[in-house]
């Protein structure tokens, strides 16, 4: 492998979700395109980098100062739901069920790993609280996304905005034989009337 195309791969492979084999099937593909193919591939790169930012009110990627959601004034601005990362917003999005806004943390309290809340964008949800009725705090259901929720409950107690979590529990299809303890009664916590 020429030094040129080991860097290739080493780029690929610095990339999340992307092992050595797959690195090197794309530095072979990349090298395998028309030379047009190639220069509109790394422009596109270039040009994301430089447009993309962060919508200055729910955090998220945007090319705009504000997001197409946080823009829209037929959304229910009195409710916020709180994700860890873009890709969860993108994943409530998709449902085309929730109508109200979100806020982006940037990831989730850690004490392990040293992030507390003041690495996250909290003081930025605060900011922006004003006429908000509702913070649905939406983070994964782990120990850190866990102790984040505690901690925006805890911070937006005083302000009398109600705060809820998102259930979570059984999937659909899954058979109550092979559910873990915990998921087995974080579905019994979740319930409701039917």
């Known amino acids: 492998m020429t030094p040129t195309l080991q860097r290739l791969v080493d780029q690929f492979a610095a990339l999340p979700g992307v092992g050595r084999k ?23 790169l270039i040009k994301a980098k430089q447009s993309v930012g962060v919508c200055k009110c729910c955090q998220t990627i945007s090319e705009t100062d504000l997001c197409p959601i946080c823009a829209d004034d037929s ?3 009195s409710v916020i739901c709180v994700v860890e990362d873009f890709r969860s917003a993108d994943t409530i999005e998709a449902l085309h069920e929730y109508k109200g806004l979100y806020h982006i943390l940037g990831g989730v309290i850690s004490p ?8 996250l964008n909290i003081k930025q949800l605060v900011a922006r609280l004003d006429g908000v009725k509702e913070v649905i705090v939406a983070t994964n259901p782990s ?5 984040t929720a505690m901690y925006i409950s805890k911070l937006l107690k005083p302000m009398d905005i ?7 529990g059984l999937p659909v299809g899954a058979t109550l034989e092979y559910a873990d303890g915990n998921t087995l009664l974080r579905a019994f916590e979740g319930r409701r009337e039917v």
């Open 143 to 147: 120990g850190e996304g866990d102790i």
């Open 112 to 119: 392990m790993d040293g992030i507390g809340p003041e690495k």
């Open 162 to 168: 109600k705060v809820t979590r998102i259930a979570y």
């Open 22 to 44: 797959s690195a090197v099937r794309l530095a072979y593909h990349i090298l395998g395109m028309k030379k047009e193919q190639v220069e509109a591939f790394a422009d596109t």
């Open 75 to 77: 959304r229910d601005h």
